[in-house]
C-alpha cells in the first residue's frame, strides 16, 4: 500500500511536468495552429542554458533563472519570424516538418555547445528533506515540483481567461483573419504565444532536469508531452494537465510493477489507443470536415 | 506528364512508354553502364557512398509513395526499415533461409506491420497521424528490444550472415554494391509504374482531398492500407539490403532522428516525383561527408569548439537546409530540376 500511493505520488509529480510541456504544445496550437516537435529540444536548451548560466557565469539563483527565461523568451519570439510567418498556408507535413528541422538545429546546437559536460546536474536549492504525509515519506523535491507547477498552471489558465493578451491568443485561434479585422496584431500575438511556450518549457527543462540530471536525453520529454497533448485534447489547457496526469501515472506504474523498458514506450501505446478510440482526446474539439 | 516537343503518340504502345525520345534512352542507357562500370575503377569510399544512397533511395521511395503521392505523412520509416534488416537477418541467422527467401519475407513483414500502424490513418490524419507514426517508431523498436530479445539480441548489435545465391558467396563491398543497386533499379521502375497506373491515381487524389477521392468512387480504407503496405514493404527492403551491407545491426540504426533525417531527405528532393528521392538522398549525403571531412580542420583551426564538431554541424546544417528548402522550395530539388530543364529547352527565350 505504502508503494502503491509512493508510485501515485512520483507519477503525478512527473506528470504534472509534462503537463506542464504539453501546455507549451497547447498554447501554440491554439494560437497558431501549428503543432510544436520542437518543444522538448527547448526543454534541453532551456536546462542547459539554466546551468550555464549558474555555473559557468557563476550567477546567483533567481538572476540565471530569470535571464535564461528571458533568452527563451526572445528565441521563442522570433521563431516566429523565421521560419513560421513565412510559412502561412503551407500544408501541415510542411509545418510539421519545419519544427522538426528547428528540433535537429537545436539539437547540433546543443551538441556544439555543451557536449563535454556529461553527468552534471543543478545544485542543491531546494533542501532535500523527506517529508512524512500519513505516516508515507515523500521527497521534498516533489512536493515542491508540484505545488510550483500547479501555480504556473493556474497563472497561464488566468492569463488566458482573463487578461487581454489571453483574449487576443482566444481570438487568434477562432479566426485570425476576423482576428486582424478587429484590430489585433496577429502575427505579435503569435510571436507572444510562441516566447511564453518557450519560457514554460524553460520551466520545465528546469524542474525536470532538477531531479532527472542535465543530458541530452531531457529532449525525449518533448514527445512524451505530445502524447500527453494528444490524450487530453489538443485544444485544452485542462486537457494537456490530466493526460501530462496519465501519462506520467502510467509511466511510474508500469516503470515498477512491469519493467523499465515498457516505460519508456508506455506513454506512446496509451497515446494510439486514445487516439484510435476518442481522435480528437479526452477533452478535444471535434472538427467537422466539409471538401 | 508533358510530351517532348515534336514527339506524339501513333500507337497506344508509345503513349505508354515512360522514356519517349532516343535521347533520354539513350542517356538511361549510358547511366546505367556508368552505374555497372563504377566498382571496376572507383575507389572503396565511392563503392560504400553509392551503395549507401543506393538503399536510402529505396526506403525514400517507399516513404514518398505513402507520403508524396498517398498523403499520408510517416516520421516512423525508419522502424519499418529496422523490422526488414531484423526479419532478412534472423531469417538467415537462426533459420538459414537462403537471401532470395529472406527478402521478400522482410519486404511483407514490414508491409504487414505498416498497414497494422496504418489503421489509425483511417480515423485519424494529418497531425494526429504523423503523431500516431512517431508513436510506431517507438513501439516497433520497443518490440525489437525487449519481447523478440531472444531472436534479435536485444539492444545489443547483432551479426548479418553474408549473402549466398547457391554457390556464390557476396562478400566484397563491390559484389554487395551489384546486389543493391540490381534491386534499386527495380524497385525503381516498379515505383515509376505504380504512380502511373490507377492505384498511383488514386493515391494522389486522396493526397489532394479525401473526402471528394471518396466521393469519386476510392475506396478510401483500402487504398490507404495500400500505401502503407507498399511503402512500409519499400522500407522493410531497403532495411534487408542495407543490413547485409553493414553486416552488424542493433537497434541504435534505426532511430526517430533516422526517421526524421528519411523524410526532410525525401522533401528536400522533392516529394511526389520519381526523381525526389534520388536527387535527395545524394544531396543530402554529399553535404554530410563536405561537413564531416570539414569538422577535423574546423576543430583544429579553433580548438575550443570540442570535438564534436562534425556530429554537431551535421545535424544544425541538416536543420538549416530542410527550413530554407521548406520556405524558399517546398517542391524540392525534382522541381529545380525541371525548371532547369525547361529553361534550356527554349534558352535563349523566356518560355
Known sequence: ?291 | MSLPSGVFSVSYIQDMMILRTRFRQVSLLIFLLFLFCIPLFARLYWVNLLSTIAATVIALMGLNILSGYCGQISVGHSAFMAIGAYTSAVLAGHLGLPFWLCLPCAGLTAGLMGILFGLPSLKVKGLYLSITTIAAQFIIIYLIKTPFADVTGGAIAMNVPPVTFGAFVFQTERQLYYLVMAFTILMTFFAWNLTRSHVGRAFVAIHNNDIAAEAMGINLYSYKLLAFFIGCFYAGISGSLWSVYAKVISPDDFTLMNSIWQIGMLIIGGMGSTLGPFLGAAFITALNEIVLLAGPMITSAIPQIGAQVSAALVEMIFGAVLVVFLIYEPRGLAHRWEILKQSCIHWPFSY
Not at chain 1, 501549428?34 to 526543454?43: H, K, L, S, T
Not at chain 1, 535537429?104 to 531546494?126: H, Q
Not at chain 1, 518557450?198 to 525525449?220: C, K, M, Q
Not at chain 1, 523498458?261 to 474539439?285: Q, S, W, Y
Request: aromatic share 14%.
Open chain 1, 1 to 291: 500500500m505504502t508503494n502503491f500511493i509512493q508510485l501515485l505520488f512520483t507519477g503525478v509529480s512527473v506528470g504534472i511536468i509534462y503537463g506542464l510541456v504539453a501546455l507549451g504544445f497547447v498554447l501554440i496550437y491554439k494560437s497558431s495552429r501549428i503543432f510544436n516537435f520542437a518543444q522538448g529540444e527547448m526543454v534541453m536548451v532551456g536546462a542547459f542554458l539554466t546551468w550555464s548560466f549558474l555555473n559557468l557565469f557563476h550567477l546567483p539563483f533567481v538572476p540565471a533563472i530569470l535571464l535564461s527565461l528571458l533568452v527563451a523568451g526572445l528565441v521563442g519570439y522570433h521563431l516566429e519570424r523565421f521560419p513560421f510567418r513565412r510559412m502561412i498556408g503551407q500544408p501541415i507535413l510542411a509545418l510539421i516538418m519545419a519544427t522538426l528541422a528547428i528540433a535537429v538545429f537545436f539539437r547540433g546546437l546543443a551538441i556544439l555547445i555543451w557536449s563535454e559536460f556529461i553527468g552534471i546536474k543543478f545544485p542543491a536549492i531546494i533542501p532535500e528533506k523527506t517529508i512524512y504525509l500519513f505516516h508515507i515519506p515523500f521527497s521534498s523535491v516533489h512536493v515542491w515540483n508540484f505545488v510550483l507547477v500547479l501555480i504556473l498552471v493556474v497563472g497561464l489558465s488566468v492569463l488566458f481567461q482573463y487578461t487581454s493578451l489571453g483574449l487576443h491568443m482566444r481570438a487568434t485561434a477562432e479566426s485570425p483573419q476576423i482576428a486582424r479585422s478587429m484590430g489585433i496584431r496577429v502575427t505579435r500575438v503569435i510571436a507572444q504565444s510562441w516566447a511564453i511556450a518557450a519560457v514554460v518549457s524553460t520551466i520545465g527543462g528546469f524542474l525536470f532536469g532538477y531531479y532527472r540530471g542535465i543530458d541530452f536525453g531531457l529532449a525525449h520529454i518533448g514527445l512524451i508531452a505530445v502524447a500527453a497533448a494528444l490524450v487530453g485534447g489538443l485544444e485544452s489547457f485542462k486537457g494537456a494537465i490530466v493526460g501530462g496526469l496519465i501519462i506520467g501515472l502510467a509511466e511510474t506504474f508500469t516503470g515498477f510493477y512491469i519493467g523499465r523498458n515498457l516505460k519508456e514506450v508506455i506513454p506512446f501505446i496509451v497515446m494510439v489507443l486514445v487516439v484510435c478510440f476518442k481522435p480528437h482526446g479526452l477533452f478535444g474539439l471535434k472538427e467537422i470536415e466539409r471538401v
